[in-house]
């Protein structure tokens, strides 16, 4: 996949356990030659854990991606009058942030960012990564994945007998999933094992 012609919003929300994942991703990306712009919500910018530092977390996407990244709702947007992204995805994607994304809360840059993209009629990839999938955000998933332009990257239960309603997408499908996006289609099959 060539992506050199594209500019990229990459929202990242705070499923820290994913971060890694994410981060090779993005990695990625900008080896496809994509113009990778990096859009971080508060908890991603500010919550360290056991999964690392969010200083250096960010720093260091900011990095890979050769651009300073939007961390305020203020500089997100914009996206929208500026029509500047081809295509936006929230890697990872908390439950929170796809109710909030489902009923139009913008109260994070994330958000703020993709209610601007959406705006313009193009498309939206999420990376689902939620304790409760297959609880109280089944309905909010289902809800997104009949909106126009929603795309999700393909997902599956991560631990299915501890954590029985926890569903993660599967990071390394996301150069797919925009590929398919960009086209109109959403990657199948979904929901995968």
């Known amino acids: 996949m060539d992506f050199s ?17 994410t ?23 500010s919550c360290d854990t056991r999964f690392g530092n969010a200083k250096e977390f960010v720093e260091n996407i900011c990095e890979i991606t050769e651009n300073e990244g939007i961390k305020t709702i203020s500089q997100a947007e914009p996206i929208g009058p500026h029509n500047f992204l081809d295509i936006m995805v929230i890697a990872p994607c908390t439950g929170n942030s796809a109710a909030k994304l489902c009923n139009g809360i913008t109260d994070t840059p994330v958000l703020m960012a993709a209610k601007a993209h959406m705006r313009n009629g193009k498309p939206l990839v999420i990376a689902i990564s939620t304790n409760d999938a297959l609880g109280v955000n089944f309905k909010t998933i289902g809800t997104l994945m009949n909106m126009k332009n929603i795309y999700f990257v393909p997902f599956c239960q991560d631990n299915h007998k501890s954590k029985p309603n926890s569903m993660v997408a599967k990071m390394e499908l996301i150069p797919e999933t925009i590929e398919a996006a960009l086209k109109g ?4 099959p979904v929901v995968q094992s």
Do not use: D
């Open 185 to 188: 289609k959403q990657i199948q």
């Open 23 to 45: 981060k090779k991703e993005v990695a990625r990306l900008k080896e496809m030659g994509a113009n990778v712009i990096p859009i971080f919500s508060f908890n991603a910018q």
């Open 5 to 21: 012609n594209y500019n990229i919003g990459y929202g990242i929300t705070g499923s820290f356990c994913t971060f890694a994942k």
